[in-house]
């Protein structure tokens, strides 16, 4: 039985006409589409776009880029900075609002791909490769559909992060991160497992691997034996090509697992999303963690993943206190309720760019955040 798919649908040329909608941020497909080409200017579009209209391209695919870029323009190049008089919280809630109305907006520019994930538009790039890594192998048999421009150019920047990858001191090497999988561009948590004390055990559990660059840094260190665990299709996928790329596959086991897999082990860790917020699509699943389900489950199961006298590493930045979204007494309070103790810890500063940039609405937050290294043991 074919599988389900959302539909958008429009009226072109006097006939209504419908095509798979595709939307990795969970949109549903717009009601309101019109078509738009070469001749609509760049005010009109805007104008649509911030009313909810969505405006199917006809065009020139070049000229479609160059009104989107148009179209971030009058968006503005970043949300609106809120008052400074609130809370970090009111603040933190105020920029996400607003990261997530320009978002909509710029979403309402759309293009039509074939079956095979062809563009049928002047001068429209070859992207089928970009297409397939993040949504699966083309069907030639099946569906057109319809997704937005602004998706659409993320798929091709995933596709060349992907080829290029992305360079992991603590490796040596390049991790290539897929598509919808969190890439380590981050360094500071995978410098922490790099860099840590570290009676070499025979056996590790990195859970929820994602690009599976935890485990490779593991293995790197010695330790023989390693499950790396993951929910998510993509991110398993990810962390098997890049442990083989590593010559690492035979000392790492990737499963599908939610959370722990079967057995106890003397080392295992956990970098879990580090914000306890609902994410806005998918993509943002490896940052938000709502009601912090994932480091809960984490803290609630180690004990019982845990060889006697074994540790739990848990990877976290404290940027959700500074946000007032967490406080440090709540995760000291799940750490005793999960039957733990902490006997060490490890902190790094960050130094990725918003750390020093004074436009950014979570400036003061950033500039004082810092990442730890829990050193988790069973009471």
Known sequence: MAAEFLRISWNETGEARSARWRSESGHAPPKRVLIADDRTSADAAYRLACEGGAMLWRGDFQNARQLLQALTRRAGAKPRKPALSGTPLETFHLHRQAQAQRARTLAMLLLPLDADYRIPLRRAPDLRTACEEAYGLADPGGDASVVSLRELLGVVGAHEWRQKGVAVAALDAHIHPHYGVFAPVRSEYVDLVATASLTIPTLAFDIGTGTGVLAAVLARRGITRIIATDQDARALACAR????????????????????????????????????????????????????????????????????????????????EH?????????????????????????????????????????????????????????
């Open 241 to 320: 090509e890049n442990l083989a790329r590593l010559g690492l596959a035979g000392r790492v086991e990737v499963q599908q697992a939610d959370l722990f897999p079967v057995g106890r082990a003397p080392l295992v860790v956990c970098n879990p999303p580090w914000l306890p917020a609902r994410p806005s699509s998918s993509l943002e699943a490896a940052i938000y963690d709502p009601e912090s389900r994932m480091l809960n489950g984490f803290l609630g199961g180690l004990a019982a993943h845990l060889t006697p006298e074994g540790e739990g590493w848990l990877l976290l930045s404290d940027l959700a």
């Open 323 to 379: 946000l007032g979204l967490r406080s440090r007494d709540e995760l000291l309070s799940a750490f005793e309720l999960a039957g733990l103790k902490v006997v060490g810890r490890h902190d790094i500063r960050p130094h990725h760019p918003r750390v020093s940039d004074a436009t950014d609405p979570l400036h003061a937050a950033r500039a004082a955040e810092v990442t730890s290294l829990w050193r988790l043991a069973v009471v």
